[in-house]
């Protein structure tokens, strides 16, 4: 009999794990506390941007005309235990305010909700971002409320989804890393996940330590490459070099690799800089936070790209922001996104207009959610329009559509030609050549 899951939080994680369980053929039933999310989900619709997830869901939900139907929502925590095989736990971890730490209150109250509720034989697997040590403490506890006791098992498998491509990486993983404590749930996770491994992608079994730590160490494996190229881009800077060019040189190298090298304003969203933060807290935690010093650098060479993006900013404003206009060219923390979460984009809009310059956004899909973080800055409904009359524009996230501007239109509404690339994505020559002063991080001024 073919198993029945339940995905526990609809977020980003959560909706598009359910969906892409309800492709690969099985019936899902997803969970959230949230009613007006639910709602959303059960007409079919993607409470965030994200490409494909839409189409996905509706092929699927139940009740929209032509799905398959296998994938219901619900917000009764007695219907999931009644129903599921297999729980997936998808709750946010985010970073407990004011501090390093990350925030368990929610995969616990989840635990504490499910656990009482099953009666019959199930397989709890956590999918949140968690300190290492978390999935033996929750199998603890499982174990201790779960009324059919020894038949109710607890995996780990975390998960490497990134925005903007969840639905691939989520049908087509690079790889499944599972952490088990003997039991059935190696099996039961095969069968989960059999497409996929069918289809060549690789089953890492490793135990819960080791599979909640894969998840730190790949994150703060890709913080740390791009803060190495940003750190290369501060030397460019002040040698004179091209760090683009340099990145370019040194990707040629296969072991290097050319991904992640990136310089710019760094990085942001919801998982690399807290990941990276609960990683040092919990090393701290376990006596062994002189291993993770490093990642502190690595912070602090990210925070530094965002001041300094602040700095080139009032430098090209003449030395002082008061009574300058600035249009700022993205807000989310990457293309294709709407995800405004700790993104560099915004930060340096929101400091720049807290020093002083009228600021003025606009983001392809971002501006709902930066309107609502950022109510004070501007927000225009194109391009042009926040570039009308600015005296810098700054180029914050790199939008394809952001590369296909034309600069000499641009040129035209603009006070002053100074633009200032923060991705390191736009074609210098041609803003040059429309007679824009071009200045980008880590690149030489010609
Ligand atoms: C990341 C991980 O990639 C993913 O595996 C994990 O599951 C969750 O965290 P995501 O947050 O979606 O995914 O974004 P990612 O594509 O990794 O980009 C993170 C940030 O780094 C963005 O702000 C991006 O602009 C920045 N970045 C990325 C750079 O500044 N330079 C680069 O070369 C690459």
């Not at 189409?55 to 929209?64: N, T």
């Not at 635990?111 to 397989?123: E, F, K, N, W």
């Not at 020093?355 to 225009?380: H, S």
Request: with cysteine.
């Amino acid at each position: 009999m073919t198993l029945k899951l339940t995905v526990i939080g609809t977020g980003y994680l959560g909706a598009t794990h359910a969906a892409a369980m309800a492709e690969l053929g099985f019936e899902v039933l997803g969970l959230d506390v949230d009613p007006a999310k639910i709602e959303t989900l059960r007409a079919g619709r993607v409470p965030m941007y994200e490409p494909g997830l839409d189409e996905l869901l509706a092929r699927h939900v139940e009740g929209i005309e032509g799905s398959t139907g296998r994938l219901r929502f619900t917000t009764s925590w007695q219907e999931v235990a009644g129903f599921g095989d297999v729980h997936f736990v998808c709750v946010n971890t985010p970073q407990k305010h004011g501090e390093y730490a990350c925030d368990m209150s929610y995969v616990d109250s989840a635990i504490d909700t499910l656990a009482p509720l099953l009666t019959r034989p199930a397989l709890v697997v956590g999918k949140s971002t968690v300190p290492v040590g978390s999935a033996a403490r929750l199998a603890a506890r499982v174990a201790e409320l779960a009324p059919a006791g020894d038949a109710v098992e607890l995996a780990w498998n975390p998960e490497f989804l990134r925005e903007g491509f969840a639905v691939e990486d989520t049908l087509r993983p690079d790889r499944i890393v599972v952490g088990v404590r003997g039991g059935t749930a190696e099996k039961v996770l095969r069968e989960v996940y059999a497409k996929p491994v069918g289809d060549g992608t690789p089953f890492v079994v490793a135990d819960y330590a080791t599979a909640e730590l894969v998840k730190n160490a790949a994150n703060s494996f890709l913080s740390t490459k791009i803060s190495f190229i940003n750190a290369m881009a501060e030397v460019c800077e002040a040698a004179g070099g091209d760090v683009v060019k340099l990145a370019e040189a040194i990707g040629h190298d296969d072991r290097i690799g050319r991904k992640f090298l990136r310089a710019g304003i760094g990085f942001g969203g919801g998982c690399l800089p807290k990941d990276i933060r609960a990683f040092m807290a919990r090393a701290g935690e376990l006596g062994a936070d002189q291993a993770l010093t490093f990642l502190r650098e690595v912070d602090s060479i990210n925070m530094r790209r965002r001041s300094h993006m602040v700095e080139l900013t009032r430098e090209a404003c003449g030395g002082a922001f008061l009574g300058k206009r600035v249009a700022v060219l993205g807000a989310t923390f990457k293309p294709d996104s709407d995800d405004v979460r700790d993104s560099p984009a915004l930060n340096v809009a929101g400091q720049i207009h807290l020093q002083g310059a009228q600021v003025t956004v606009f983001d392809p899909k971002g501006m709902e959610n930066a309107a609502r973080l950022f109510p004070t800055l501007a927000y225009a409904p194109t391009a042009l329009d926040a570039v009308r009359g600015a005296h810098a524009v700054l180029h914050l996230t790199e939008w394809k559509q952001f590369r296909e501007l034309d600069p000499a239109q641009l040129a035209r509404v603009a006070a002053e030609r100074v633009v200032l690339d923060g991705r390191n994505t736009l074609d210098p020559e041609r803003w040059r050549e429309a007679g824009w002063t071009f200045r980008a991080m880590g690149r030489p001024n010609a």
